[in-house]
DNA sequence: GTAACTGCAAAATATTTGCATCCTT
DNA sequence: AAGGATGCAAATATTTTGCAGTTAC
């Protein structure tokens, strides 16, 4: 079975065109799409609204992960594994390249561990790192 | 001299009632605002216009730096003594509280380094973690 | 006096909601 | 057939830009 296809049925989706398409997007692509990417990518096949709503449906179903950034853009990208519905484990490294602009998952680099003031208790963690991709050198 | 006037002649900034209440806005507090908090906490004293090219204007002369968060707000806390205009060191970590919201800049508690994979150029690193803060246990 | 800052209006952009229609199961 | 997904229209929210008037130096 197609990846897309077997990802929307094990979280009991419906399967539509536009979500196939959209997953497909994440599953052919190692780094982080914004809401603009994907309807650039997809050339206006889908109404604007579809896409706003297909985003969010997979960020509930643990599907994708929202990446931090310090704009006020929002990046998504595949969950791995161990995500699952309302309980996002996103603890790996992202990157963004000053030189491309992508924003890359660092699936192998776990966030570190710091060590927190006398009575913060921390639940999750997210790090991203600034600089130069592999690719742009 | 009071903090807030030091900081604007410090930055060769013209000194206005708008800039003194924003910089004040951000020394009487320990966390980081949006800028519809500022907006709230100056209650329509400034044109939401003025409270934009401000805060930018801050930004560009190193005085507040953004902080990334995970929806498409943005954030901004004063920087400490190491950032500069167009060079900002904002190496500490962020703790944004699960009760209260509020989110708090760890000023003693400095990201760590993280191995990338081969290739890979690290700049600048930002971490952001949830949580629990004193204040709210 | 001059350059810089502000407020207002308006444009541009981004996001959300309601509802009727169509598609998936 | 029923529930869910989509497209369209419109409401709402956010951010940017131009310009004229005002203020700081």
């Not at 197609?2 to 065109?17: A, D, F």
């Not at 710091?114 to 790192?129: D, Q």
């Amino acid at each position: 079975m197609e990846q897309n296809l077997s990802i929307l049925k094990k979280n009991s989706l419906s399967v539509t065109e536009g979500r196939l398409k959209i997953l497909d997007l994440f599953l052919e692509q190692e780094d982080a799409l914004a809401h603009a990417d994907i309807e650039l990518k997809t050339a206006g096949a889908f109404d604007r609204v579809t896409v706003y709503r297909t985003l969010q449906t997979f960020v509930d179903k643990g599907i994708i992960h929202q990446i931090p950034t310090i704009d006020n853009t929002v990046l998504y990208a595949l969950c791995k594994d161990n995500c699952a519905a309302g309980h996002h484990h996103d603890e790996h490294v992202h990157f963004v390249c000053d030189g491309c602009g992508k924003t890359i998952c660092l699936d192998d680099v776990m966030v570190p561990k710091v060590k927190l003031p006398k009575g913060f208790k921390p639940s999750e963690s997210a790090m991203i790192v600034h600089g130069i991709c592999n690719e742009c050198r």
